[in-house]
């Protein structure tokens, strides 16, 4: 017991603290956003059988919600050396009676009431998480790296802003396919995901639960084929803007070395959809492979715009921070909040 816990009730959420979450979230993080307005979205990113995956920091005397800190699960694994979490919301009330440093202790509380292997963050505030956790944490932070692949057959570009066309090269010949998965099931039978022994660790529950069963967003799963072999999956969503579509890669799993296999795949799927571009945002993964396959980093020196944000639109350049703690962490686009709605969705 500290300091902390003689001031605050510090413990996970439970069901009954749902309401007092989404008003805090309203009045403290941001008026009208969808975490706050939007239960059934609420219940889906964040409730599970014994708990809601928020810390909260609760005043003894006031009985007051003073700070919380969600988080997220990438696995229901029991194993302790494999359960992982994503950081999410992360806030304390502003004022100066409240302890210092309070936000810091939740984060590290979340930690031992989860029994987590580690936190990771991904979307992390260059200005105010990012120095937290390094200072506090002495956690590894950086920046995805983002890369994009242009279709030949467009000329008017309404989502991205083009400045100077990069043409696409396929450098090896190796060739892998896309084969659509359309239930867990189907990508169970092609593709042990529970075997895969990454950081973040991602089982069947998670990948069901986030692209098979998300309440709003459809998102497209494939297996990628080499030599009768399906050695990872990719996981792909579509976005409309401006009358115009982009198609966004927001998870792969597996052999990385076989992306490099994809340009023709990928070629072919911007000219059957109509699509200005595809875009792939990642942390940890062999560029190589991805350059290989056609991919151009949007790097400074990138004259070209490939929008991030979308809910609402905003035709710029945006960079995704993250940190963790254990080397070879891997990230992507739907990691963490990253890709979920921003806005309310009918």
């Not at 439970?14 to 979450?21: A, F, L, P």
């Not at 987590?116 to 790296?145: D, H, W, Y």
């Not at 043409?167 to 396919?177: P, T």
């Not at 059957?272 to 571009?277: D, S």
Request: overall charge negative; aromatic content about 14%; hydrophobic content about 35%.
């Amino acid at each position: 017991m500290n300091k902390y816990d003689e001031r605050y009730e510090i413990r996970l959420a439970k069901c009954s603290d749902i309401e007092m979450i989404m008003t805090f979230l309203n009045e403290h993080w941001r008026e009208g956003h969808i975490m706050a307005t939007d239960r059934k979205l609420f219940e889906y990113e964040y409730v599970n059988e014994d708990y809601v995956n928020f810390v909260l920091a609760i005043d003894k005397g006031t009985g007051s919600l003073e700070g919380i800190f969600g988080f997220l699960n990438c696995s229901q694994t029991t194993d302790l050396n494999k359960k992982d979490i994503w950081g999410s919301m992360w806030k304390v009330v502003d004022t100066r009676e409240n302890t210092p440093f309070l936000g810091v202790e939740l984060a590290k509380r979340v930690m031992d009431l989860t029994n987590c292997r580690t936190q990771i963050g991904n979307g992390a505030n260059p200005n105010t998480t990012i120095p937290l956790r390094k200072m506090f944490f002495k956690e590894s932070v950086g920046k995805m790296q983002h890369f994009y692949l242009l279709s030949d057959s467009i000329t008017n570009f309404k989502i991205a802003q083009i400045n100077k066309f990069q043409h696409s090269l396929n450098k090896i010949e190796k060739k892998a396919r896309l084969i659509r998965l359309n239930s867990i099931k189907e990508v169970q039978s092609k593709f042990d995901i529970d075997s895969l022994d990454t950081i973040p660790y991602k089982d069947s529950w998670y990948f069901n639960k986030r692209y098979f069963e998300h309440p709003y967003y459809k998102y497209d799963v494939y297996g990628v084929e080499c030599e009768d072999e399906v050695g990872a999956l990719v996981v792909c969503r579509e976005v409309i803007q401006n009358d115009a579509k982009v198609i966004r890669i927001v998870d792969y799993l597996g052999d990385e070395s076989l992306f490099e296999g994809l340009h023709k795949e990928f070629k072919d799927m911007l000219v059957k959809r109509n699509a200005e571009y595809i875009d792939f945002y990642v942390y940890g993964f062999e560029n190589t492979y991805i350059l290989n396959a056609g991919f151009t980093l949007r790097d400074e020196q990138d004259m070209n715009v490939i929008p991030n944000y979308f809910e609402p639109f905003s035709q710029a350049n945006v960079d995704i921070w993250v940190h963790h703690k254990l080397p070879n962490t891997k990230f992507f686009k739907a990691d963490g909040d990253q890709d979920r709605p921003n806005s309310m969705l009918k």
